[in-house]
């Protein structure tokens, strides 16, 4: 195992009593339970595709909008968790989210876990004991990702592409899927 950071623990901008914790799982093979475990509320947490993010910012951005969302009572889905999922999609199709950035029914998986609120990482503990895999680094995320299931999904033509970074382009996708 490399060595780097576990895990990210921040506080979010527009709300200073949120705070965000990301973590990292390879080679996840109890994808099915864990749906199940999300879906009847014993993990309270997004538990993400990670091949479908390119970098922890992208998350960010969709905590930050779901948090809001939640904070205003104007939620699109049922949970602030739900939220983030639906928010880093391109679309507005509730379920095409989740079965785009959700738990996989795959045998072996990469997933992003987003807890909220868990400074003593009790939650952090709690679905890391139900987690059938291996805990590693965020920077391996850049080794996980993958780019052309992403350009696929957000419609990136070429020339965009070669404009900045593929998280920057996702990133304005997210934010202006609302707008017009």
């Known amino acids: 195992m490399s060595t780097g950071t576990m895990e990210i623990n921040t506080t979010l901008d527009l709300y200073p009593d949120t705070t965000v914790t990301m973590a990292l799982f390879s080679q996840v093979t109890n994808g099915a339970e ?11 947490a997004a538990v993400i595709n990670a091949q479908m993010i390119c970098d922890p910012f992208q998350v960010l951005v969709a905590v930050n909008k779901a ?47 987003v807890l ?13 004991s139900i987690i059938q895999g291996t805990r590693i680094p965020l920077e ?13 999904l957000f419609k990136i033509p070429d020339a965009e592409r ?6 920057d382009v996702v990133v304005c ?3 202006t899927k609302d707008a017009g």
């Open 34 to 44: 864990i749906r199940r475990k999300i879906t009847d509320g014993t993990i309270a």
């Open 67 to 113: 948090v809001h969302l939640d904070k205003l009572d104007r939620k699109k889905t049922k949970t602030v968790f739900g939220e983030i999922l639906f928010n880093l999609s391109p679309g507005n199709n509730i379920l095409a989210a989740y079965q785009k950035f959700g738990v996989q029914d795959a045998k072996s998986q990469d997933l992003l876990v």
């Open 116 to 128: 909220l609120n868990d400074p003593k990482g009790q939650q952090l503990e709690q679905v890391y």
């Open 140 to 152: 391996s995320l850049r080794d996980i990702v993958d780019e052309q299931k992403i350009i696929k």
């Open 162 to 167: 070669k404009v900045g970074r593929l998280v």
């Open 173 to 175: 996708r997210m934010a």
